[in-house]
């Protein structure tokens, strides 16, 4: 069973949960309150479900807080999904009814959890001995692929010296950090050894780092790659993986204090793309992150080390895609940052009919529409003129914000 809060106040988000659960869009959701509460629990057992809507239905007595709510089928055939809105106040009118319904029990502690996440949610991203405000501003992650294969630019950027040329060009361009990666991620890649990513990177992170002091992540899910990249003063790891795939990650970036990138991605790069299914996308990957996310804090990694990316193209097709950038303020119950990674894709090639050197309006646009829905850092090839758009975006946000 899992439990995702609704933004606040979203009504269109409200809808659409309606929509894909097979119910009809109503005219308008039924509102008690300027800020309603909406939740939903995913995969409840169907007696308990029961015993639920049951004890929903008689709410006037019992809640003394008005509620609806609507059920799909779940998951599995002996499991309900339920969307469950109301007052503010209905959070702690469970809390106060589950001692007499034990059926609420379960429910009022995953939701109790989820909230005390929200609420717990950093105010800066700590990268290094560098804080970062979280709400203030877009922060923009430049690309430097240092691979013969990546999608868009590879080999372009191969020897050191190209890189690290490139990487000057981008942090003149307002790229707040740079992201160096040794082995390309897209769809049916050969994976690399990680003594070669290493290879490439790592002179890389060095004189990035000397030179002009930036802030640099490594793309990789090599534990023995990121700790040589964090040894030359690298101070966040991309971590396709979400630590998933090299068991030494979390205890690497526990122990360095270095900040992560948990992002979602469905198989692996050489299966990523072969027909990805989901059942709900928005639900799996919201779950996935919050387990992701737990078990870097169990860990010890700090919240305010760690971004949540929900992975754009891994795994998704253009439609999972774009229910993605249109649900990401549903991620932000999470508390935690959030990085969209848009640039060139593939989805806005076929969206547009472009090629991958063709895709610079796209990408401007997916980027602005990420970052109106809640992201904090983008990731791009393209830094002058994504960095030139989200300051302009946030100029005008501000500037709304102070009147």
Known sequence: MHIRLLPQGLDPLITQELIR?????????????????????????????????????????????????HEAPGEHPDTIDLLIGGTQALPRRLRQSAPQTPALDAIVQALEQALQIRQDAPAHLHLGSTKLPLGQRTYVMGI???????????????????????????????????????????????????????????????????????????????????????????????DISAMRFDPEMVSLLSSHHAAVVLMHMQGNPQTMQHAPFYRHVVDEIYAFMA???????QHGIARERIVCDPGFGFGKTLRHNVDLLNSLPSFRSLGQPLLIGTSRKSFLGRLLQREVWDRLEGTMASVLYAALQGATLVRVHDVGPIAQTVRMLDAVRHSQAER
């Open 144 to 238: 430097v692929n240092v691979t013969p294969d990546s999608f868009s630019d590879g080999g372009l950027y191969l020897r050191p010296e190209q890189a690290v040329k490139h990487a000057e060009a981008m942090l003149e361009d307002g790229a707040d950090i740079i992201d160096v990666g040794g082995a390309s991620s897209r769809p049916g890649a050969t994976p690399v050894p990680p003594h070669v990513e290493a290879e490439r990177v790592v002179p890389v992170v060095r004189q990035i780092v000397e030179q002009f002091g930036a802030l640099v992540s490594v793309d990789t899910y090599h534990a023995s790659v990121a700790k040589a990249a964090l040894d030359e003063g690298a101070v966040m790891i991309n």
């Open 291 to 297: 387990e992701r996310l737990d078990t870097a804090v």
């Open 21 to 69: 659960m097979g119910h009809q869009a109503p005219a308008a959701i039924e509102q008690h309150d300027t800020q309603p509460f909406a939740f939903k629990v995913m995969d409840i057992p169907r007696d308990v479900a029961s015993q639920l809507t049951a004890y929903l239905q008689n709410h006037p007595a019992l809640l003394h807080s008005p509620c609806w709510w």
